[in-house]
């Protein structure tokens, strides 16, 4: 037989084939360490309670059953809850990600002189904050309280958000400003028709991370939403976990209906879990096509 007509630098050398398998074994284990607490949280929502208490469901339900959905759906506030928080999630992942392209922009901008100190001051904040009570009271003295503008107005403005998109802004060949501005486009115009749509993936990035934030956010609700007329899904579901601790407590003295007794704390929990979890499990997908490199490649004419 011949020799191998195999470039000598697509050969693999030993030290390059272990390191490979050695490689994918651990990525093969950290995914299985990721993935586990999911699929234990999906089995136990699905299996009746008092068969889980016993222990030993791990990845698949031992006893199905949808009592522990049902549980959590049949809240009188469950709907209007979800409502709640998939409109402060637009709104203050819309508001979020529009502010933060604004002051990526801002403090990139060449012809603006104060852009060094504006990125200090908002540095500044990301060590130091005025505290629990001071923001509370700010709140307070701004008519924010029992109103849905307090979960997403003091959000606009990020300095880790800023921080991302003047990172990715200023990638972005300045000449492309240069020409703009040559052709009379204003700093606005400039920023909604070049620096908006050359930023997509950044501006994903950061709408996963806020919209997240959003939709799980529940401590803001317990401390701003008094009168209970903005509470969002997450805080009506941890009130059924608490409700449901309260069940079982009543169920080992024999005081409520029978078709109530297999209601468990750690199954309500877990179907809690995957109902909030849910929504972002399924839109996920749907932003991950915007990270992308070489967003800007041939933007600039030669």
Not at 58 to 83: H, M, Q, V
């Amino acid at each position: 037989m011949g020799k191998s007509t195999r470039p000598a630098y697509l050969k693999q050398t030993t030290a390059g084939f272990t390191f490979d398998v050695f490689n994918g074994i651990f990525m093969s284990v950290i995914f299985i360490v990721m993935l586990y607490p999911f699929v234990n949280v999906t089995a136990l929502a699905f299996n009746d309670g008092f068969d889980a208490v016993r222990g030993g469901v791990y990845l698949w339900p031992r006893k199905w059953t949808l009592e522990n959905f049902d549980f959590a759906i049949r809240s009188p506030n469950l709907l209007r809850g979800a409502g709640v928080s998939v409109l402060r999630t637009a709104i203050g992942t819309t508001c979020t990600v529009f502010g933060s392209a604004v002051l990526g922009y801002i403090v990139t901008c060449q012809n603006f002189l104060g852009r060094r100190f504006m990125r200090f001051i908002f540095i500044v904040t990301m060590y130091f904050s005025g505290g629990l009570i001071p923001t509370y009271l700010l709140m307070l003295q701004l008519g924010f309280v029992n109103t849905l503008t307090v979960y997403w107005v003091p959000s606009i403005f990020s300095a880790f958000y800023m921080i991302l998109a003047s990172s990715y802004i200023q990638n972005i060949p300045d000449a492309l400003f240069e020409s703009a501005r040559m052709d009379g486009a204003r700093e606005m115009r400039i920023m909604l028709q070049f620096v908006i749509p050359l930023s997509l993936p950044m501006l994903a990035c950061i709408a996963i991370y806020a919209g997240v934030s959003q939709w799980n956010s529940w401590f803001d609700v317990n401390l701003y939403s008094k009168n209970g007329k903005w509470d969002n899904l997450q805080i009506i579901l941890y009130r059924l976990i608490t409700q449901a601790n309260l069940v079982s407590m009543i169920t080992n003295q024999n005081q409520i209906a029978d078709e109530m007794r297999n209601i468990q704390p750690v199954t309500v929990r877990s179907a809690v879990t995957v109902i909030v979890t849910f929504p972002i499990v399924v839109i996920y997908p749907f932003f991950q096509k915007y990270f992308v490199s070489g967003i800007t490649l041939g933007a600039v004419k030669q």
